[in-house]
C-alpha cells in the first residue's frame, strides 16, 4: 500500500482522549476500547481509561487512569468489558455532572469516546452541551482556573453503540449482536437434539425488551416453528392458529417444535406475552410435553465473534480519527456500519429515530414500527413469513415450471440454509422444485429428484452441503447435461456455490448457440469459504470458516500462556485469495497476515521478525502470524515456520499449525444461515419474474445477457448481475476478484500490531456524512 503521511490536523500530539463503556455490557466493547487506545497512541494523543462508566468519571481518583499500548493486550478475546460498566444515577444530575467535568479537566481529557446503548450516548451529548457552563461554574467556585478553562473550552464526543439488541437507528449492526446471536443459536441447536429425542415442544425466551431482532434472526436462523416479537404481534385468534400449525408438524411426523419468543413480546393490545402463558396454552389445548427455557445473561457474555471483534475494531479506529477532526462546531456523531463501510452519524438524529420506534409502538403503529427498524428488519420480517407458512395447495398459485437447485464447488457452512430457502419460496411461488445431487457431474448423471416443502425442514442448521457438491465443471457434459434437462424439462436454475459455479454459469452461457436447453433464466448465489466470487463482498460461508479461524487462533494463543516465549505459524484457506488471512488476523490480534494480493519480501519477514523480538522483550510473550495457503509459491509455511525459529533462537521458539478443511466443516454462523436464506430467497424471487417475461408460445426461450445473473452482496444492497458483465472483474488465473475491499483494512490491521504504517483516512469507510436509512438490504 503506498504510504501516506497523516494530514497535519490529525495528528494527536497535545490531546488527551478518554474511552468508557457504559449501561448494559455487549460483547466486543473490549475489542472498541483495544482499538481506541492503540490508534489514540499511533497518532501520538495520551489515551486514559475511565473505569466503571460513568460513576467512575464522577468519581475520579484512580477510576481516571494513562494507559499504555501493552495496557490492552490479549483483551480482544474477552467477553464483557474489563474496564467495568455501571449504571450511575450521579451522573445525571448537574451537581455529578460537575465532578466529571473537574476530573477530565484534570487530566486534560477534552475527548471522550462513548461505547454504550442509547442512554449512554444521550448523557454524553448532554454533557458536551453543558461542557462551557461546568468550566464556568467551576472556575467561579475556584476549582479551576481561568487558563484551564481557555484550554479546555470544549469537549468532542464520539459514541459507539455497543448493545446485543441491537436497537439503534443509524447502524446496520450494534457491537454485541452477532455474538449474542452466536449464542442462542448453539442453544438451540443443542436442545433441537433433545427435542428430537423425546417429541417435545421448546420455548425460547430471548433478550430484547424493545426490540425483536435477536429473536426474528435466531428464529429466521434455526427455521423455528413461530416466533413473537415486540413489533409485529400476533393477530388476534394467534392461539387457534399456533396450535394448528403445531399439531400439523406432529402430523406430518415432525418430531420437535421451537418457538422463540422475545422478553418484550406484546400481543396487538400492547399485553405482554410470556412464555409461561405460551407454555401452559401448548399443554392445556394439545397436550404436548412442553418446556421452557430463558437464556438471559448468557446470551451477554462469552468470547466475541469474528464479526464483532472486527467491527469493533473498525468502529474504534474510525471514533479516534473523528475525534481528530472534530471541531467546535461538529455535533456529537455516532460511528455506525453501513454495509461494509464505517460512517458517522449526527448522535442526536440517531437516538431521536430510535425512541420514534418505541413511541410507534406505544401508539400501536406496528407497521410504521417495523418500517422505522430499517429495510433489513423487514426483510428478515416478511422472509421469515415466507418460509415458516405453509400453505394448502388450494392456496398456492400454479405456475407448473419446473426449477433445479444444484450446489458447485467445495462445501461451505450455509448451503444447506441457502438450498431450504431455495426450495421452500420456489414451492411458495407455484414452481415443481427439483434438486440436483453432486454438482454438474450429477445433473449429467440424471441425479434428479423432486424436492418438496418437509424434505428441507431442519436443515438451516446442518454444516457441509446435504445435496453433495463437486468442483467438476459442466464443460465435458454438455450434451448429457442439455439431455437432462430436456427429459425433466428444466425451466430454470439456482446455482449456489464458489468460483467454479461462476465458471460454471459462463460456460452453460456459451453453450446456448449450440444447446437450446440452457436458453433458460439461471442465477448463481454465492457460497464459498474463500469470499473470491466476484461481484459479492460476502460469500456464504466465509463467516463462519473465520469464526473457525479465530476460536482456533484464541485456542492456540491460549497454549502459550504460562510457557516460554512463543509464536505460531498459521496457514489458512483460501486459495488465492487472503480474505480469511486477513480478516482472521484482524479479529485474533494477529502480528502479522502474509497474503498473495499484498507482495512481500526477506525484508519484510525479516523486519517482523524484528517486531517480534522487540513484542517479546516488553513483556507480551506470544506471537501470532496468518499465511494464506496460496500467498507465496516460494515462502511456504514451512519456509516461514524454519526462518522465525533459526531467527528467533534464543528469544522465542516457534509452532506451526495447518487448520486444513475444518475451516469449511461445522455448523453454520448466524449469519451464513441468514444471509443464506435471504440470498437464496431474492434469487428465486427474481427468478420467477424471469419465467414469467421469458414464456411464449407454451414454452420458456431467453437469450439475453441478464438472464444468466450472479445476486451479490454490494456495499449494502443485494445486486443481480450478468455474470458475462462481471469477467472484467475477475482474475481467472487466481480465481479471484480484481478489486477486493477487504483489502482497505490492511493498515488497519498492522496498526492494531504496532507496526509502523500509514492510515489512509478515506480508506476508513469515511467518505460521506450522510443521512442513511438503518440497516442494509440484506
Same mark, same amino acid.
Given at each position: 500500500?503506498?504510504?501516506k503521511?497523516f494530514?497535519?490536523?490529525?495528528?494527536? /500530539?497535545?490531546k488527551?482522549?478518554?474511552?468508557?463503556?457504559?449501561?448494559?455490557?455487549?460483547?466486543?466493547?473490549?475489542?472498541?476500547?483495544?482499538?481506541?487506545?492503540?490508534?489514540?497512541?499511533?497518532?501520538?494523543?495520551?489515551?486514559?481509561?475511565?473505569y466503571?462508566?460513568?460513576?467512575?468519571?464522577?468519581?475520579?481518583?484512580d477510576?481516571?487512569a494513562?494507559?499504555s499500548?501493552?495496557?490492552?493486550?490479549?483483551i480482544?478475546?474477552?467477553?464483557?468489558t474489563?474496564?467495568?460498566s /455501571?449504571?450511575?444515577?450521579?451522573f445525571?444530575?448537574?451537581?455529578?455532572? @460537575?465532578?466529571a #467535568?473537574?476530573?477530565?479537566?484534570?487530566?486534560?481529557?477534552?475527548n471522550?469516546?462513548v461505547?454504550?446503548?442509547?442512554?449512554?450516548?444521550?448523557? /454524553?451529548?448532554l454533557?458536551?452541551?453543558?461542557?462551557?457552563g461546568?468550566l464556568?461554574e467551576?472556575?467561579?467556585?475556584?476549582?479551576?482556573d481561568?487558563?484551564?478553562?481557555?484550554?479546555?473550552?470544549?469537549?468532542n464526543i464520539?459514541?459507539?453503540?455497543?448493545?446485543i439488541?441491537n436497537?439503534f437507528?443509524?447502524?446496520d449492526?450494534?457491537?454485541?449482536?452477532?455474538?449474542?446471536?452466536?449464542?442462542?443459536?448453539?442453544v438451540?441447536?443443542?436442545?433441537?437434539?433433545?427435542?428430537? &429425542?423425546?417429541?417435545?415442544?421448546f420455548?425460547?425466551?430471548?433478550m430484547?425488551?424493545?426490540?425483536?431482532?435477536?429473536?426474528?434472526?435466531?428464529?429466521?436462523?434455526?427455521?423455528?416453528?413461530?416466533v413473537f416479537?415486540?413489533?409485529y404481534?400476533p393477530e388476534?385468534?394467534w392461539?387457534?392458529?399456533?396450535?394448528?400449525k403445531?399439531s400439523?408438524?406432529?402430523a406430518?411426523?415432525?418430531r420437535?417444535n421451537?418457538?422463540?419468543?422475545?422478553?418484550?413480546?406484546i400481543?396487538?393490545?400492547?399485553?405482554s406475552?410470556t412464555?409461561?402463558?405460551?407454555?401452559?396454552?401448548?399443554?392445556?389445548?394439545?397436550?404436548?410435553?412442553?418446556?421452557?427455557?430463558?437464556l438471559?445473561?448468557?446470551?451477554?457474555?462469552?468470547?466475541?465473534?469474528?464479526f464483532?471483534?472486527?467491527l469493533a475494531?473498525?468502529?474504534?479506529?474510525?471514533?479516534?480519527?473523528?475525534?481528530?477532526?472534530?471541531?467546535?462546531?461538529?455535533?456529537?456523531?455516532?460511528?455506525?456500519l453501513?454495509?461494509n463501510?464505517?460512517?458517522?452519524?449526527?448522535?442526536?438524529?440517531?437516538v431521536?429515530?430510535?425512541?420514534?420506534?418505541q413511541k #410507534?409502538?406505544d401508539?400501536?403503529?406496528?407497521?410504521?414500527?417495523?418500517?422505522?427498524?430499517?429495510?433489513?428488519?423487514?426483510?428478515?420480517?416478511?422472509?421469515?413469513?415466507l418460509? &415458516?407458512?405453509?400453505?394448502?395447495a388450494?392456496?398456492?398459485p400454479?405456475?407448473?415450471f419446473?426449477?433445479?437447485?444444484l450446489?458447485?464447488?467445495?462445501?461451505?457452512?450455509?448451503?444447506?440454509?441457502a438450498?431450504?430457502?431455495?426450495?421452500r419460496i420456489?414451492?411458495t411461488?407455484?414452481?415443481?422444485?427439483f434438486s440436483?445431487?453432486?454438482?454438474?457431474?450429477g445433473f449429467?448423471k440424471?441425479?434428479?429428484?423432486?424436492i418438496?416443502?418437509?424434505?428441507?425442514?431442519?436443515?438451516t442448521?446442518?454444516?457441509?452441503?446435504?445435496?453433495?457438491?463437486?468442483?467438476?465443471?459442466?464443460?465435458?457434459?454438455?450434451?448429457?447435461?442439455?439431455e437432462?434437462?430436456?427429459?425433466?424439462?428444466i425451466?430454470?436454475?439456482?446455482?449456489?456455490?464458489g468460483?467454479?459455479?461462476?465458471?460454471?454459469?459462463?460456460?452453460?452461457?456459451?453453450?446456448?448457440?449450440?444447446?437450446?436447453?440452457?436458453c433458460i433464466?439461471?442465477v448463481?448465489?454465492?457460497a464459498t469459504? &474463500?469470499?473470491?466470487?466476484?461481484g &459479492?463482498?460476502?460469500?456464504?460461508g466465509?463467516?463462519?470458516?473465520?469464526n473457525?479461524?479465530?476460536?482456533?487462533c484464541?485456542?492456540?494463543?491460549?497454549?502459550?500462556?504460562?510457557?516460554?516465549?512463543?509464536v505460531?505459524?498459521?496457514?489458512?484457506?483460501?486459495?488465492?485469495?487472503?480474505?480469511l488471512?486477513?480478516?482472521?488476523?484482524?479479529?485474533?490480534?494477529?502480528?502479522?497476515a502474509?497474503i498473495?494480493?499484498?507482495r512481500f519480501?526477506?525484508?519484510? @519477514?525479516?523486519?517482523?521478525?524484528?517486531?517480534?523480538t522487540?513484542?517479546?522483550?516488553?513483556?507480551?510473550?506470544?506471537?501470532?502470524?496468518l499465511?494464506?495457503?496460496?500467498?507465496?509459491?516460494?515462502?511456504?509455511t514451512d519456509?516461514?515456520?524454519?526462518?522465525?525459529?533459526?531467527?528467533?533462537k534464543?528469544?522465542?521458539?516457534?509452532?506451526?499449525?495447518?487448520?486444513?478443511?475444518?475451516?469449511?466443516?461445522?455448523?453454520?454462523?448466524?449469519?451464513?444461515?441468514?444471509?443464506g436464506?435471504k440470498?437464496?430467497?431474492?434469487?428465486v424471487?427474481?427468478?420467477?419474474?424471469?419465467?414469467?417475461?421469458?414464456?411464449?408460445?407454451?414454452?420458456?426461450?431467453?437469450?439475453?445477457e441478464?438472464?444468466v445473473c450472479?445476486?451479490?452482496m454490494?456495499?449494502?444492497?443485494?445486486?443481480?448481475?450478468?455474470?458475462?458483465? @462481471?469477467?472484467?472483474?475477475?482474475?481467472?488465473?487466481?480465481?479471484?476478484?480484481?478489486?477486493?475491499?477487504w483489502?482497505?483494512l490492511?493498515?488497519l490491521m498492522?496498526?492494531?500490531?504496532?507496526?509502523?504504517?500509514s492510515?489512509?483516512?478515506?480508506?476508513?469507510?469515511q467518505l460521506?456524512?450522510?443521512?442513511?436509512?438503518?440497516?442494509?438490504?440484506a
Amino acid at each position: 500500500m503506498p504510504d501516506k503521511k497523516f494530514f497535519e490536523n490529525l495528528s494527536g /500530539a497535545g490531546k488527551a482522549i478518554g474511552v468508557l463503556t457504559s449501561g448494559g455490557d455487549a460483547q466486543g466493547m473490549n475489542a472498541a476500547v483495544r482499538a481506541v487506545v492503540r490508534m489514540g497512541i499511533y497518532v501520538g494523543a495520551k489515551v486514559y481509561f475511565i473505569y466503571e462508566g460513568y460513576q467512575g468519571m464522577v468519581d475520579g481518583g484512580d477510576n481516571i487512569a494513562e494507559v499504555s499500548w501493552e495496557s490492552v493486550s490479549s483483551i480482544l478475546q474477552v467477553g464483557g468489558t474489563v474496564i467495568g460498566s /455501571a449504571r450511575c444515577k450521579d451522573f445525571r444530575t448537574r451537581e455529578g455532572r @460537575l465532578r466529571a #467535568a473537574r476530573n477530565l479537566v484534570k487530566c486534560g481529557i477534552t475527548n471522550l469516546c462513548v461505547i454504550g446503548g442509547d442512554g449512554s450516548l444521550t448523557g /454524553a451529548n448532554l454533557f458536551r452541551e453543558e461542557w462551557s457552563g461546568l468550566l464556568d461554574e467551576l472556575a467561579k467556585n475556584g476549582e479551576i482556573d481561568d487558563e484551564a478553562v481557555k484550554k479546555y473550552a470544549y469537549l468532542n464526543i464520539v459514541g459507539m453503540v455497543g448493545s446485543i439488541d441491537n436497537d439503534f437507528c443509524g447502524t446496520d449492526m450494534t457491537i454485541g449482536t452477532d455474538s449474542a446471536l452466536h449464542r442462542i443459536i448453539e442453544v438451540v441447536d443443542a436442545i433441537m437434539t433433545t427435542a428430537q &429425542s423425546h417429541q417435545r415442544t421448546f420455548v425460547l425466551e430471548v433478550m430484547g425488551r424493545h426490540c425483536g431482532y435477536l429473536a426474528l434472526v435466531s428464529a429466521l436462523a434455526c427455521g423455528a416453528d413461530w416466533v413473537f416479537i415486540p413489533e409485529y404481534p400476533p393477530e388476534q385468534g394467534w392461539e387457534d392458529q399456533m396450535c394448528a400449525k403445531l399439531s400439523e408438524n406432529r402430523a406430518r411426523k415432525k418430531r420437535l417444535n421451537i418457538i422463540i419468543v422475545a422478553e418484550g413480546a406484546i400481543d396487538c393490545h400492547n399485553k405482554s406475552i410470556t412464555s409461561e402463558q405460551i407454555k401452559e396454552l401448548v399443554v392445556q389445548r394439545l397436550g404436548y410435553d412442553t418446556r421452557v427455557t430463558i437464556l438471559g445473561h448468557v446470551q451477554r457474555g462469552g468470547t466475541p465473534s469474528a464479526f464483532d471483534r472486527i467491527l469493533a475494531s473498525r468502529m474504534g479506529v474510525e471514533a479516534v480519527l473523528a475525534l481528530l477532526e472534530a471541531t467546535p462546531k461538529t455535533p456529537a456523531c455516532v460511528v455506525s456500519l453501513s454495509g461494509n463501510q464505517s460512517v458517522r452519524l449526527p448522535l442526536m438524529e440517531c437516538v431521536q429515530m430510535t425512541q420514534e420506534v418505541q413511541k #410507534a409502538m406505544d401508539g400501536r403503529k406496528f407497521l410504521e414500527a417495523v418500517q422505522l427498524r430499517g429495510r433489513s428488519f423487514e426483510n428478515n420480517l416478511n422472509t421469515y413469513k415466507l418460509l &415458516s407458512t405453509k400453505k394448502s395447495a388450494a392456496e398456492l398459485p400454479k405456475t407448473n415450471f419446473n426449477v433445479a437447485v444444484l450446489n458447485v464447488g467445495a462445501p461451505a457452512a450455509g448451503m444447506n440454509a441457502a438450498v431450504r430457502s431455495t426450495v421452500r419460496i420456489g414451492i411458495t411461488e407455484g414452481h415443481n422444485m427439483f434438486s440436483v445431487t453432486d454438482g454438474f457431474e450429477g445433473f449429467s448423471k440424471g441425479q434428479i429428484k423432486e424436492i418438496t416443502w418437509g424434505d428441507v425442514g431442519g436443515w438451516t442448521g446442518q454444516g457441509g452441503s446435504i445435496l453433495g457438491t463437486k468442483r467438476t465443471l459442466p464443460g465435458k457434459y454438455l450434451k448429457k447435461i442439455a439431455e437432462q434437462m430436456r427429459d425433466n424439462n428444466i425451466n430454470g436454475l439456482v446455482v449456489i456455490g464458489g468460483f467454479e459455479a461462476y465458471l460454471g454459469l459462463l460456460e452453460l452461457c456459451a453453450a446456448r448457440e449450440t444447446h437450446e436447453e440452457f436458453c433458460i433464466p439461471m442465477v448463481m448465489v454465492p457460497a464459498t469459504v &474463500s469470499n473470491n466470487v466476484p461481484g &459479492s463482498d460476502f460469500s456464504i460461508g466465509a463467516d463462519t470458516a473465520l469464526n473457525t479461524i479465530t476460536d482456533t487462533c484464541d485456542r492456540i494463543k491460549l497454549s502459550a500462556s504460562g510457557t516460554k516465549r512463543r509464536v505460531f505459524i498459521i496457514e489458512t484457506m483460501g486459495g488465492y485469495c487472503g480474505y480469511l488471512a486477513n480478516m482472521g488476523g484482524l479479529a485474533s490480534g494477529a502480528d502479522a497476515a502474509y497474503i498473495f494480493e499484498e507482495r512481500f519480501d526477506i525484508r519484510e @519477514l525479516q523486519a517482523n521478525v524484528e517486531h517480534l523480538t522487540q513484542k517479546m522483550k516488553t513483556g507480551i510473550q506470544r506471537g501470532l502470524v496468518l499465511r494464506n495457503e496460496n500467498c507465496s509459491e516460494n515462502y511456504t509455511t514451512d519456509f516461514i515456520y524454519q526462518l522465525y525459529s533459526e531467527e528467533g533462537k534464543g528469544v522465542f521458539d516457534c509452532r506451526k499449525n495447518v487448520l486444513g478443511h475444518m475451516q469449511q466443516g461445522g455448523a453454520p454462523s448466524p449469519f451464513d444461515r441468514n444471509f443464506g436464506t435471504k440470498i437464496a430467497a431474492k434469487a428465486v424471487l427474481w427468478l420467477s419474474k424471469k419465467l414469467t417475461e421469458s414464456y411464449q408460445r407454451g414454452k420458456i426461450f431467453t437469450n439475453s445477457e441478464d438472464s444468466v445473473c450472479l445476486l451479490g452482496m454490494r456495499r449494502r444492497n443485494l445486486v443481480f448481475q450478468p455474470v458475462g458483465q @462481471l469477467k472484467d472483474e475477475a482474475d481467472f488465473e487466481h480465481r479471484i476478484p480484481k478489486e477486493q475491499w477487504w483489502l482497505k483494512l490492511r493498515p488497519l490491521m498492522k496498526i492494531l500490531a504496532k507496526y509502523k504504517t500509514s492510515y489512509d483516512v478515506s480508506d476508513s469507510g469515511q467518505l460521506e456524512h450522510v443521512h442513511r436509512p438503518r440497516h442494509s438490504d440484506a
